[in-house]
Nanobody, 125 residues
Framework: QVQLVESGGGLVQAGGSLRLSCVTS????????MGWFRQAPGKEREFVAA????????YYADSVKGRFTISRDNARNTIYLQMNSLKAEETAVYYC??????????????????WGKGTLVTVSS
């Protein structure tokens, strides 16, 4: 059974930083592209970042480029999202995502095989 468990969300002031983590089980982690999405209140879920199986390539939504960094530790079955210079409008539930067989491009396109339950990030202005 594939499980993705996010952590690291919380309350932060605008301009602050948070690091999210997602621990994965039930798959051979190093063979799966992974990513992060977010869903703000009243809005659709949107792509944030994706990372290739070996961590050599990463992709970002234009809105977060230069401020967010996705990384992975295959030995710990974990991906991370370092978020800096957070903005109030980035208040959302952040979801970890996994693609069973595709590349990170698949996740960028919104093709996701498994989702975590999400972690809430609240950015106060």
């Amino acid at each position: 059974q594939v499980q993705l468990v996010e952590s690291g969300g919380g309350l932060v002031q605008a301009g602050g930083s948070l690091r999210l983590s997602c621990v994965t089980s039930g798959v051979v982690f190093g063979t799966r592209a992974m990513g992060w999405f977010r869903q703000a209140p009243g809005k659709e879920r949107e792509f944030v970042a994706a990372i290739s199986r070996n961590g050599g390539s990463s992709y970002y939504a234009d809105s977060v480029k230069g401020r967010f960094t996705i990384s992975r530790d295959n030995a710990r079955n974990t991906i991370y999202l370092q978020m800096n210079s957070l903005k109030a409008e980035e208040t959302a539930v952040y979801y970890c995502a996994l693609h069973s067989w595709g590349t990170a491009d698949s996740i960028v396109a919104g093709a996701v095989s498994y989702w975590g339950k999400g972690t809430l990030v609240t950015v106060s202005s």
